[in-house]
């Protein structure tokens, strides 16, 4: 059963870091670009970040570039997001999916129709 499990949310202050996880099982993350998504209170999903399977290229939303650095540990079958300099503007729920692209053209970031998600976890940034 594969399965995508986040972790690493939280309260942070304006300014600050996190860490967030993505641990898989029921498959192995080296055949699969793997994304993070994002939804903050009522606006719709976008792609955050996503890297490559094969060269660990890297896409970024621009709005996150420069603070957010994916990064992925084979070995542990993990995925991870370091995220600095963090705005009140990135509050929302992080989603570990798989797997992702970029629309060419468009530099957008996206899952296919049968992605598999995590089941989120919480970032605030909030003094």
């Known amino acids: 059963q594969v399965q995508l499990v986040e972790s690493g949310g939280g309260l942070v202050q304006p300014g600050g870091s996190l860490r967030l996880s993505c641990a898989a099982s029921?498959?192995?993350?080296?055949?699969?670009?793997i994304g993070w998504f994002r939804q903050a209170p009522g606006k719709e999903r976008e792609g955050v970040s996503c890297i490559s399977a094969r060269d660990g290229t890297s896409d970024y939303l621009d709005s996150v570039k420069g603070r957010f650095t994916i990064s992925r540990d084979n070995a542990k079958n993990t995925v991870y997001l370091q995220m600095n300099s963090l705005k009140p503007e990135d509050t929302a729920v992080y989603y570990c999916v798989a797997p992702c692209t970029v629309v060419a053209g468009t530099g957008r970031l996206v899952t296919s129709e049968f992605g598999s998600w995590g089941q989120g976890t919480q970032v605030t940034v909030s003094s």
């Open positions: 029921g498959f192995t993350l080296d055949y699969y670009a």
